[in-house]
């Protein structure tokens, strides 16, 4: 069954250092996302993606957050000088076009990235 | 806004006993509401989802969801809890974006379950 991919498992970095979170999402998939869960809190939107564009993103998503598909598979997320409030578990999710006349569309989500920042 | 609230952070039950997780959603139009599980260390899988149509939804691992819009409810029950059940349950609500959906999700149950 195809799935979405997330590497690194759990990453740490130090405070200022950009990182770059990597996924893989489902191969005929067309609408990618990430979300965020810092510990013990709710899994939050960051932003949406179609098309090679941000359809939308959420107040979380400032300058120093970027998205890009640099390759047909990838999907990545750039933090660019993190921060201590940046450690959470990122997850990556992927769907396919909208089901027709219908409300919602299905995501699948990856395993998640564990950002640890020091 | 379209919102979902998780009435209870933690829950526990006996092995074999019923499992009840609550979840009231806000909503202008007919939702879409799903309910996800986390296991400890791991990603999110889905349960259930309730798109319209049958109000009582059956998931995966022997769960079930009732819609019930006259009480903007969505409650998560399964009849008899295996130990393997105990992780953290998220009500999620899909509201619709700039060309897509994405999800909004409560603030999750902790499912205990005790020998």
């Known amino acids: 069954e195809p799935e979405v991919t997330q590497t690194p498992s759990h990453q740490v970095t130090q405070m200022g250092q950009e990182v770059i979170l990597r996924c893989v999402p489902i191969?005929?998939?067309?609408?990618f996302y990430w979300y965020r869960q810092i510990l013990g809190q709710k899994v939050e939107f960051l932003v949406s993606f179609y098309n090679n564009e941000i359809s939308e993103k959420s107040e979380i998503f400032d300058d120093q957050f970027s998205v890009e598909r640099p390759d047909g598979s990838n999907f990545t997320l750039k933090i660019r000088s993190t921060k201590l409030e940046d450690s959470a578990m990122y997850f990556c999710?992927?769907?396919?076009?909208?089901?027709?006349?219908?409300?919602?569309?299905?995501?699948?989500f990856g395993p998640g990235t564990r950002l640890t920042v020091l | 806004a379209q919102s979902v609230t998780q009435l209870d952070s933690h829950v526990s039950v006996s092995e074999g006993t019923p499992v009840l997780l609550r979840c009231n959603y806000s909503?202008?139009?007919?939702?879409?509401l799903f309910w996800y599980v986390q296991h400890p260390n791991k990603g999110l899988q889905l349960l259930l989802k309730y798109i319209s149509a049958a109000t009582l939804v059956k998931g995966i691992n022997g769960f079930e969801a009732e819609f019930k819009k006259s009480e903007t409810s969505f409650h998560l029950t399964k009849p008899s809890a295996h130990m393997s059940d105990a992780a953290e349950y998220f009500c999620?609500?899909?509201?619709?974006?700039?060309?897509?959906?994405?999800?909004?999700f409560g603030t999750g149950t902790r499912l205990k379950v005790l020998a």
């Open positions: 999620v609500v899909s509201v619709p974006t700039s060309g897509t959906y994405k999800y909004i």
């Open positions: 999710a992927s769907s396919s076009v909208l089901v027709a006349g219908g409300s919602y569309n299905e995501q699948f």
């Open positions: 191969s005929n998939h067309l609408y």
């Open positions: 909503s202008s139009y007919s939702p879409s």
